[in-house]
C-alpha cells in the first residue's frame, strides 16, 4: 500500500539556519496523524513545504506515491490535498458563505467557467450551506468574513479548507484560540469529516491530540524524534523529557 | 464585494424577474432621447454611454480583481483603431452592418489583453501598476511610430454611413447612434455583471482579497487575474470600437496615459467598491466634462480635485456613500440627518466657493490681455487688482474650511446614531 504522504529526508534552511533537519515520515491512507512539538520546532514550515508554499532545500515529497517536490500550491491542492492555517487567512471582504463556496469550487469541477452562475450551481450552494453548518456559522452567512471574531474565523478557516472534501487534509492548530466546548465541536467535526480519509493535524492541545490520532510524531527542532501510535508516545522517556513534561502526568 | 443585486445564493425566480432592473434600464436608455432631444445632448449621452462600458471594464481590473492599472486606454485605443479599418475596409463595399464593427474592437482589446496580461498577471500591486504603465506609454508611443496604422496626429478617419445599411437603417442622424451605442452598453453592462457572478468572476475576488489562499484551494491567481484581465480588454475594446462609430475618428488621445487615467478617475469617484459605481462615475465625469467646460476654462483642474478630495475623504465613492445611506433612508431616519447635514454643508459650500473663487481669479491673472481687470464670476464683476475680491474668497476658503472640519465629529456622529438605529442594534 502507498502512503499518502510521504516525505524523505525534508530539509528546509533559511538562510544559514536549517529549520527542518532531515525529516522522514510516512502518513497511511486513512490514517488521522498529529505532530507535536514546542513552539518553534518547524511544525508549520513542514507545512508550507508539503503544500509548496516553500520549496524545500533537499528531500521528496509523495503524494499517493507522487512526487510532488517541485508542484505550485494549486496543482497539489487539485491532486486533493487541502490545508488551514496557523494564522487565520480568509478572504476578508467576501462573505462567510461566498468564502466557504470559493473552497468547494474547484473541487466540485467549476474551475474556470466564467460561462455558469454560481448561485445556480446547487450542489455548490447546497454543499456550502452544509459546510456552514457543520461549523456552526449560518446565522453569520452574509457578514463579511473580515467583521467575524478571532473564533469564528478559525472555525472559518476549517470551513474553507474541508470545503472541497479533499482526501488528504493537512490541519495547523485547527482548536487554537477556542473555548473548550468550541474546541470539543471542532474536534467532533474533524473527527466526522475526515472519515476515511487522511489527517494531518498539528495540535498543542493534548486532549485533542491523543482522543482524535492514530499515530503521532515528535518534532523538536527539526527532526522527528518519535513517531507511533499514542500510547507509545506517551511513555517514551526521550519525548517526556523533551516535550511532553508535566503536560502528560 | 456588495452589488446592485442581492448575493444570497437563494435568489431563484423567472429569467424575467432576475433580470428585472436590466429590463428597466434598457427600457430608460431607449426611452432617453424623447426627453433630451437636442443634438448636444444625444452627444453628450452617446459619450456617457462609451464611458461606462470603459468604466465596467475597468473596474473589473480594479474593483472585483485589486488590479491597479495605469495603461487600461491601450485595450480602448486598440479596440477604437482596429474598429476603424474595419469601417474604413467595409465601405470598399463586403457585407458588414455597422452594429457588429465593435466587435472586431472587442476582439482586439481581448488579444492584446491575452498579450500583455500574459506577463503581466504574475502578481498585482506594483509590479502590476508599473507594467500597465509601461506598455500604455509603450502603445501611446507606437501610435505616433506606426503611422500607416495610426494615422499619426491626424488619426484615422472613416464614414460610418459607407457600411452595409441594415433593414434600411444607415446610422446617418445621431439619434440612430445613441440606439446604437446604448444597446451595446446595456448588453456589456448585464454581461459584465453575469461575469462577476461566475465562478472565475467570484475567484477574482477571492484572487483580489487573499491570492495565496485561492492558490491553496485549487486556483491558479495568475490564471484567474487573466481571464479578468482578458475580459476587460474585450469590454474596453467594444467601447473603443463605439468611440470610432460614434465619432469616426480614432487618434492617439483615445490611447494615451490621459486616457488611461480618466478611466481610473472616473471609476475612483464613483466608488470601485460596488458594480454600479463606475457607472456612477462616468455619468458624472461625462456631466462635469460637458457642462463645467462651457463655464470654465480650467473644469480639468475641478475634476482633479474631486478626485483628490474623494481619495481623502469618501474612499467607497459616490456609490458608496449612496450606499452608506441607504439603510438609513429605509429606516425612515434619514430627516435626522437634515440638520447635521446643513451644519457642514454651508461651511463646505463657503469653503468650495472660495476656492473656486481664488481658482478662477489665478486663472484670469494668467491669461488676462493687457489692460483687462475685472472679470466676471458668479454673477459679479470683480477687479483682480484691487484686494477686495481676494479678501473675500480667502476668508470664505479658509473659515468655511475651519468650520467644517470643527464641526465634521458631530456630524459623523450623527450619522453613526441614524446608521445604529438603521440597524436595530444589530451587531455587526
Ligand atoms: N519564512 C521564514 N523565514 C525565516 N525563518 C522562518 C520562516 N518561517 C519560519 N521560520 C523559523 O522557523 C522556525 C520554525 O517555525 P514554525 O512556524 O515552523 O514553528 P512551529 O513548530 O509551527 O511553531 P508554533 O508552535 O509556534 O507554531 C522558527 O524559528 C521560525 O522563526
Ligand atoms: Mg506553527
Redesign the pocket.
Known amino acids: 500500500m502507498t502512503a499518502a504522504i510521504e516525505l524523505v529526508d525534508l530539509r528546509k534552511s ?1 538562510g544559514s539556519t536549517e ?1 527542518i533537519r532531515g525529516v522522514n515520515l510516512e502518513v497511511g491512507e486513512g490514517e488521522r496523524h498529529a505532530v507535536i ?10 507545512y508550507n513545504l508539503i503544500t509548496a508554499k ?1 520549496v524545500p532545500t533537499a528531500g521528496r515529497i509523495r503524494l499517493r506515491g507522487q512526487d510532488i517536490t517541485a508542484r505550485k500550491p494549486y496543482e497539489i491542492n487539485r491532486m486533493g490535498l487541502s490545508r488551514s492555517f ?1 494564522v487565520t487567512n480568509i478572504f476578508p471582504r467576501m462573505s462567510v458563505f461566498e468564502n466557504v463556496r470559493c473552497g468547494a469550487l474547484w473541487a466540485m469541477n467549476y474551475r474556470y467557467s466564467f460561462w455558469q452562475d454560481v448561485d445556480r450551481l446547487d450542489d455548490v450552494n447546497e454543499r456550502s450551506l452544509q459546510i456552514l453548518n457543520d461549523i456552526g456559522m449560518v446565522p453569520r452567512a452574509d457578514v463579511p468574513a473580515g467583521v467575524l471574531s478571532y473564533a469564528e474565523q478559525r472555525a472559518l478557516e476549517i470551513g474553507i479548507t474541508i470545503a472541497g472534501g479533499a482526501n488528504v487534509v493537512l490541519l495547523d ?1 485547527p482548536t487554537a484560540g477556542m473555548n473548550r466546548s468550541e474546541t470539543d465541536q471542532t474536534v467532533e467535526l474533524v473527527r466526522r469529516i475526515t472519515e476515511n480519509k487522511t489527517l494531518i493535524m ?1 495540535e ?1 492541545d493534548m486532549s485533542v491530540v491523543f482522543g482524535l490520532a492514530d499515530r503521532i510524531s515528535v ?1 523538536v527542532y527539526g527532526e522527528i524524534i518519535a513517531s507511533g501510535p499514542p500510547d507509545e508516545i506517551r511513555g517514551n522517556p526521550a519525548v517526556r523529557e523533551a516535550y511532553l513534561g508535566a503536560e502528560a502526568d | 464585494m456588495s452589488a446592485i443585486a442581492p448575493t444570497s445564493p437563494r435568489t431563484g425566480g423567472t429569467f424575467l424577474r432576475r433580470n428585472a432592473i436590466w429590463w428597466v434600464a434598457l427600457l430608460f436608455v431607449l426611452l432617453l432621447p424623447q426627453v433630451a432631444r437636442s443634438g448636444t445632448s444625444i452627444a453628450v449621452l452617446n459619450q456617457m454611454c462609451i464611458m461606462v462600458i470603459f468604466s465596467l471594464s475597468y473596474n473589473m481590473l480594479l474593483g472585483q480583481g485589486g488590479m491597479l492599472s495605469f495603461g487600461h486606454a491601450v485595450y480602448f485605443g486598440l479596440g477604437g483603431y482596429f474598429t476603424i479599418h474595419l469601417m474604413k475596409m467595409a465601405s470598399g463595399g463586403f457585407f458588414m452592418p455597422l452594429p457588429l464593427v465593435p466587435l472586431a474592437g472587442g476582439l482586439a482589446g481581448l488579444l492584446f489583453g491575452l498579450l500583455f496580461g500574459s506577463f503581466s498577471t504574475n502578481r498585482a500591486g506594483t509590479v502590476f501598476a508599473m507594467i500597465s504603465l509601461g506598455i500604455g506609454e509603450m502603445i501611446a508611443a507606437s501610435s505616433l511610430i506606426f503611422v500607416k496604422f495610426s494615422g499619426g496626429e491626424e488619426g484615422i478617419t472613416a464614414d460610418r454611413t459607407d457600411l452595409t445599411s441594415l433593414f434600411g437603417i444607415r446610422f446617418r442622424s445621431e439619434v440612430d447612434v445613441y440606439y446604437l451605442i446604448a444597446a451595446w452598453m446595456v448588453l456589456s453592462a448585464w454581461l459584465m455583471y453575469r461575469f462577476s457572478r461566475t465562478p472565475v468572476g467570484r475567484m477574482a475576488n477571492a484572487v483580489r482579497d487573499n491570492p495565496e489562499r485561492a492558490e491553496f484551494v485549487g486556483y491558479s491567481q495568475k490564471h484567474v487575474r487573466l481571464l479578468s484581465f482578458m475580459g476587460a480588454g474585450f469590454f474596453a475594446g467594444i467601447a473603443g470600437g463605439l468611440f470610432a462609430v460614434n465619432y469616426e475618428i480614432v487618434t492617439e488621445e483615445t490611447v494615451n496615459l490621459v486616457s488611461s487615467g480618466t478611466v481610473l478617475l472616473q471609476s475612483y469617484i464613483g466608488g470601485v467598491g460596488f458594480f454600479a459605481g463606475p457607472i456612477v462615475g462616468a455619468i458624472v465625469y461625462t456631466l462635469l466634462q460637458t457642462l463645467l467646460s462651457n463655464y470654465t476654462e480650467i473644469w480639468a483642474f475641478y475634476v482633479g480635485l474631486i478626485f483628490v478630495a474623494t481619495v481623502m475623504y469618501a474612499p467607497t465613492g459616490l456609490t458608496g456613500i449612496i450606499m452608506m445611506h441607504l439603510p438609513i433612508y429605509r429606516a425612515g431616519k434619514l430627516r435626522s440627518l437634515a440638520l447635521p447635514y446643513l451644519r457642514i454643508g454651508v461651511p463646505a459650500l463657503c469653503c468650495t466657493i472660495g476656492v473656486i473663487g481664488l481658482l478662477e481669479l489665478l486663472h484670469f491673472l494668467s491669461v488676462r490681455a493687457v489692460g483687462q481687470s475685472t472679470k466676471r464670476l458668479f454673477w459679479l464683476t470683480l477687479n483682480v487688482e484691487q484686494p477686495f475680491a481676494w479678501i473675500i474668497f480667502s476668508v470664505l476658503a479658509v473659515g468655511g474650511f475651519l468650520v467644517a472640519r470643527r464641526v465634521a465629529p458631530s456630524v459623523l456622529a450623527a450619522w453613526e446614531a441614524a446608521s445604529l438605529h438603521a440597524f436595530g442594534g444589530r451587531a455587526r
Do not use: D, R
Open positions: 533559511f529549520i512539538g514546542p513552539n518553534g520546532a518547524g511544525k508549520s514550515t513542514l516553500y496557523q492548530e498539528v498543542h518534532l
